[in-house]
Structures are given as structure tokens and as C-alpha cells.
């Protein structure tokens, strides 16, 4: 059974970061790949990084690339999400997706259509 399960969540100020874990379990193989998306009330799903857990490659839209980095602990099989800058617009739920299909190219993995198995969510809020 594959899960993906997200923790970190939490409400914090405008300007403060936040670290989002992504716990996967029942993966049997180290390739596939990881993203992170959000979705704010009243809006659709919008994905802002992904990582391909085989080589550690990244990828991040040009909106997410300076305050958001992703990584991966294979050892724990756990990717996180580093969140710098923090602000009120980025009050939503985030979640992890995984896929093992091939994403070529790379920017597919932004297409929240391309991933087969989802978290259920953690809420961050940025409030003062």
C-alpha cells in the first residue's frame, strides 16, 4: 500500500518559515518522483516544486524559486519543503503527490493530472 503523509503544518507570521515533511511508505523502488502542491479556498490546485528522488533532480516554477527549496532524505524516505518569507497568500493546504511514471519534460511534474497517489493535506496559515 502506497501512503504519502504530510506534517509540519502549523500557523505562523508573515515573514517566518515553516518546514513540511512528506513521509512515504510502501514505495519499492527509489525512482519516482515527489512534488508539492497547495490550494488556497476558493482556488484550484497549484504545484511549486517537485524533486525526481532517483538523482535528486529539482524543479520549481519561476513564482516558487526563491522562497521555496525541496529535498529528500532517502535514508528516511521523507521529502520536505523549506518555506522562507512567508506571506498571507500562502495560507492553503499543502500536499505531496508521488508518480513513477517517466516525466518528460521535467516541468510536467507541475501537472497535478500526472500524479497517482496524494497526501491528505496540511494546513499552513500566515497570519498575523
Known amino acids: 500500500q502506497l501512503q504519502l503523509v504530510e506534517s509540519g503544518g502549523d500557523l505562523v507570521q508573515p515573514g517566518g518559515s515553516l518546514r513540511l515533511s512528506c513521509k512515504t511508505s510502501?514505495?519499492?523502488?527509489?525512482?519516482?518522483?515527489i512534488a508539492w502542491f497547495r490550494q488556497a479556498p476558493g482556488k484550484g490546485r497549484e504545484g511549486f516544486s517537485c524533486?525526481?528522488?532517483?538523482?535528486?533532480?529539482?524543479y520549481y516554477p519561476d513564482s516558487a524559486k526563491d522562497r521555496f527549496t525541496i529535498s529528500t532524505d532517502n535514508a528516511k524516505s521523507t521529502v520536505y519543503l523549506q518555506m522562507n518569507s512567508l506571506e498571507p497568500d500562502d495560507t492553503a493546504v499543502y500536499y505531496c503527490?508521488?508518480?513513477?511514471?517517466?516525466?518528460?519534460?521535467?516541468?510536467?511534474?507541475?501537472?497535478?493530472?500526472?500524479?497517482?497517489?496524494w497526501g491528505q493535506g496540511t494546513q499552513v496559515t500566515v497570519s498575523s
Open positions: 503527490a508521488a508518480t513513477r511514471r517517466s516525466l518528460v519534460p521535467f516541468r510536467l511534474c507541475m501537472s497535478s493530472k500526472v500524479y497517482d497517489y
Open positions: 510502501g514505495f519499492s523502488s527509489d525512482y519516482y518522483y
Open positions: 524533486i525526481r528522488t532517483s538523482d535528486g533532480s529539482t
